[in-house]
C-alpha cells in the first residue's frame, strides 16, 4: 500500500492548538510509526506472513478497507481503557495498557465462540504520553490474537483513554452460529474456563508494593501481577465451547457475582453456583466481584461432554461451578443469595466528581 505522507486513515483532526508538523510527538509523526510497526509481516514457520491481503487498505487513507476471512455473520465489538477508571498509570505501563485495551474488547468476541479479524484504535492522551509505548503493547496483543490494526484517530486529552473496536468472525460457514448470553437453559451445566481473582488480587499487591512497577523474583506475586496487567482474552475456549454446542456464555468483566446475572437475566433461566474456585492468592471475595478476570462463563447441555472437548484441543479443564434452573432471573451461591454486584459505572448527576 501507499505511504501516504498524512496517513489520513487513521484520521487526525482535534489537536488542541499542538503542532501538527515535524518532532518525534507531531500527531502524524507518530501514526507513520505506529503504522509501520502495526503492518509489519509475521515472523512464524520460518517466513514472513504479510499482515494486511491484497485489496485490504490499512492505515493511509480515509477509511480501511477489510475483507471478511470468512462467510457468515461479521461480530462488531468495542470497549474503552480510561486512565483514573480502568487502569492506575503509577501500577501499569503504557504497553501493559494497550495490551489490555485490546484484550478486554477481543474478549467479548471469545464469549460469542468469534475470532478478530480488524481492529480500530483510538487514543486520547495528554501531551508527553510515550505512545509508542502503548503502541507496543496494542501490537503484541493483535498478533497474539490473530487481529490486525486498521485504523484509528488520535487527539489530546486531558487523561489517557484509550478506546478499541474489533471486528470478527466465525471460522466456518458450517460452524454454529454466535453464542450469546440470552441462550442458557434450565438444566444447562455451568463451567468457568479458569479460577478468579487474579487480577483483583495483583492489583491489590501493587498498591501494597513500595516499588509498585518494579517486578518481582516471586513467581505467583508475578502470576497475580500478570493477570491484572496483561489478561488473556479465552479465544480458544469460546471456539471450542460454540463448536461443542455450548447453549449460552459471557466473558467475566465486571465479576462472576455480576455477570452470572446478567446470564440469568438475559437467559431468564436461575443460576444457582455450588463453589467458586478462586485463583492462588486470591480471596473469594475476589474471585466473586473483584472482575478483570476475562475467564468465560458457559452453559451446556449435559449432552456436551466440555471436558473431553477442552481436553482435545489441549485446553485447560473447564471448572463446574453449578447449574441453570427454572427460577428466572434467580442467582444463588450453595443454596442463598449469590453476594456482590461487581463494578457498575455511574452517571447519575450526584456522581460528579
Ligand atoms: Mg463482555
Keep these: 500500500m501507499d505511504a501516504a505522507p498524512w496517513p489520513a486513515g487513521w484520521t487526525g483532526g482535534r489537536t488542541d492548538g499542538q503542532s501538527r508538523t515535524g518532532g518525534a510527538g507531531d500527531e502524524f509523526a507518530v501514526i507513520e510509526r505506529l503504522r509501520a510497526r502495526f503492518e509489519a509481516p509475521s515472523e512464524g514457520a520460518g517466513r514472513a506472513t504479510t499482515r494486511l ?37 503509577g501500577l501499569c505501563g503504557l504497553d501493559d495498557v494497550g495490551y489490555k485495551a485490546v484484550m478486554v474488547t477481543v474478549s467479548d468476541l471469545a464469549a460469542m465462540g468469534a475470532r478478530p479479524d480488524h481492529l480500530l484504535l483510538s487514543v486520547a492522551a495528554p501531551p508527553g504520553t510515550d505512545l509508542d509505548l502503548l503502541g507496543s503493547g496494542v501490537d503484541v496483543a493483535a498478533r497474539e490474537t490473530g487481529c490486525v490494526v486498521v485504523g484509528g484517530d ?6 489517557l483513554a484509550v478506546s478499541v473496536a474489533v471486528s470478527g468472525s466465525l471460522r466456518s460457514p458450517t460452524d454454529p452460529g454466535p453464542l450469546l448470553r440470552s441462550g442458557a437453559r434450565p438444566g444447562d451445566l455451568l463451567f468457568l474456563t479458569g479460577p478468579l481473582g487474579a487480577s483483583a488480587a495483583g492489583l491489590r499487591l501493587l498498591r501494597g508494593t513500595a516499588a509498585p512497577v518494579a517486578g518481582s523474583a516471586d513467581p505467583a506475586w508475578a502470576a497475580l501481577v500478570g493477570a491484572h496487567r496483561r489478561p488473556v482474552a479465552r479465544l480458544a475456549e469460546g471456539e471450542a465451547a460454540r463448536l461443542a454446542g455450548a447453549s449460552g456464555c ?5 465479576g462472576l457475582a455480576a455477570d452470572a446475572r446478567h446470564l440469568a437475566v438475559a437467559s431468564e433461566v436461575g443460576v444457582a453456583i455450588e463453589g467458586v474456585p478462586a485463583a492462588e492468592g486470591a480471596t473469594v471475595a475476589e474471585a466473586l466481584s473483584g472482575g478483570e478476570d476475562y475467564e468465560l462463563l458457559i452453559a451446556v447441555g449435559e449432552e456436551v461432554d466440555l471436558e473431553r472437548v477442552f481436553a482435545g484441543a489441549g485446553l485447560r479443564r473447564p471448572l463446574p461451578i453449578g447449574r441453570c434452573d427454572d427460577r428466572a432471573g434467580s442467582c444463588t451461591l450453595d443454596g442463598r443469595p449469590l453476594p456482590g454486584s461487581g463494578w457498575v459505572h455511574r452517571f447519575d448527576p450526584q456522581d460528579r466528581g
Design 53 to 89: 491481503h491484497a485489496g485490504e487498505v490499512g492505515i493511509g487513507d480515509d477509511a480501511a478497507v477489510v475483507l471478511p476471512p470468512a462467510d457468515g455473520p461479521v461480530l462488531l465489538a468495542t470497549d474503552l481503557v480510561v486512565e483514573g477508571v480502568h487502569v492506575d498509570l
Design 154 to 159: 488520535l487527539s489530546n486529552g486531558p487523561a
Design 250 to 254: 459471557i466473558d467475566l468483566s465486571d
